[in-house]
């Protein structure tokens, strides 16, 4: 059973900094791409970063381009989300996300997913 357990969210100035994890179990991690997603109040769920099986290739949205920095620990079977510059409209919850597609950008690319974390940027 794959699991993705997302860490690190929580409240933080604009202007600062966050790290979220991405635990995963269940299938062999370094097989499979991953990234992330997020959701603000009373929005879609939007693309945010993805990272192929080896960590050589990220796509980020241009709404986080040059701010976050999307990696992978494939012996710690874990992805990260650093998060630089935040911004008020970052706030949003944030979802981890596996799938095979390498740079895919649509949630129907990725077929598991973890439960979320938040993350809020005060102004």
């Known amino acids: 059973q794959v699991q993705l357990v997302e860490s690190g969210g929580g409240l933080v100035q604009a202007g600062g900094s966050l790290r979220l994890s991405c635990a995963a179990s269940?299938?062999?991690?370094?097989?499979?791409?991953m990234a992330w997603f997020r959701q603000a109040p009373g929005k879609e769920r939007d693309f945010v970063a993805t990272?192929?099986?080896?960590?050589?290739?990220?796509v980020y949205s241009d709404s986080v381009k040059g701010r976050f920095t999307i990696s992978r620990a494939n012996a710690e079977n874990t992805v990260y989300l650093h998060m630089n510059s935040l911004k008020p409209e970052d706030t949003a919850v944030y979802y981890c996300?596996?799938?095979?597609?390498?740079?895919?950008?649509?949630?129907?690319?990725?077929?598991?997913w973890g439960q979320g974390t938040q993350v809020t940027v005060s102004s």
């Open positions: 996300a596996q799938g095979v597609v390498a740079g895919g950008l649509r949630e129907s690319e990725y077929d598991y």
């Open positions: 269940g299938r062999p991690f370094s097989s499979y791409v």
């Open positions: 990272v192929n099986w080896n960590g050589a290739r990220t």
